[in-house]
């Protein structure tokens, strides 16, 4: 029996790329609606966006308010009349588009299925992640998904993790291991719902949060010996296994 039963994988620049989907979404965001899309303007988008995301995770600003929160001080700084909401509304649609997958994901994913309950859990907003989940093939490698749009809490607040928790029947929480790139969110998310850690930190980045992850990734093949037994890591590869039948 694997040494973790449950993994709460996080979505975005854990499993698909979402720096990438983002610029590809704000470019023809700002295209569609006659706008600056020079790089000054994309660069811009982001630091407001970052920020706002910041102020989310201290839990200092709601979620739907932080969607149009962006481009409306986004529009102010450039001088531009369009309305934010219907900004927002198309950024979604469009990044709901794009699943650019992080390499060796698939196969993380697959062999990590084959051990473990795996629940994604994100902060993202319910249309683009089921969306972008669905257009990778990633969606049937999970047991549930919980977005914060949806069911009205985000990470950090331990909340997000004991509901899926619960509603999954998972009593052990000594055998559930917490995946994902953002120190703030999901580690901070993790420690605060008193469960393990694991930081996938593919760029190689300081860790200067004053957070230590009770394990440190920089390519998602490295779960394999935190997650699986010796005999479970044996079977790493194997083509006749049910997941991978599924995916071919």
């Known amino acids: 029996m694997a040494k973790y039963n449950c993994i709460m994988m996080d979505i975005d620049n854990t499993l698909l790329d979402f720096d990438a989907a983002e610029r590809k979404a704000l470019l023809e965001t700002l295209q569609q609606f006659s706008l600056p899309c020079d790089e ?3 660069s811009r988008y982001h630091e407001i966006n970052s920020s706002l995301w910041g102020e989310l995770n201290k839990g200092k600003i709601r979620r739907d308010k932080l969607v149009v929160e962006r481009f409306d001080r986004f529009v ?12 927002n509304r198309a950024y979604t649609e469009h990044l709901a588009t794009h699943a650019d997958v992080i390499p060796g994901a698939e196969e993380a994913l697959q062999e990590l299925a084959e051990v473990a309950t795996m629940i994604a859990v994100s902060n993202g907003t319910e249309s683009v992640e089921r969306g972008r ?4 093939g990633f969606e049937k490698y ?3 998904i919980f977005i914060s749009e949806t069911v009205g809490v985000s990470k950090p607040n331990p909340k997000i993790f004991q509901m899926a928790m619960r509603k999954l029947g998972i009593e052990h ?3 559930v291991l917490v995946v994902g790139d953002s120190l703030s969110a999901d580690i901070q998310g993790g420690v605060n719902a008193g469960l393990d850690t694991c930081w996938v930190n ?3 980045l300081e860790n200067e949060s004053g957070l230590t992850p009770t394990y440190e990734v920089k390519a998602l093949c490295e779960l394999y010996p935190i997650v699986m037994e010796e005999d479970e890591l044996q079977n790493v590869g194997l083509k006749n296994r049910k997941h991978q039948n599924d995916a071919m």
Not at 76 to 87: M, R, S
Not at 133 to 136: A, P, R
Request: charged share 30%; aromatic share 4%; proline share 0%.
């Open 40 to 42: 000054a303007a994309v």
């Open 76 to 87: 102010k700084e450039i001088g531009a009349a369009a309305k934010a909401t219907e900004l």
């Open 133 to 136: 989940l669905k257009l990778s």
């Open 142 to 144: 999970f047991d549930d």
């Open 173 to 175: 929480s000594d055998k």
């Open 202 to 204: 593919m760029n190689g």
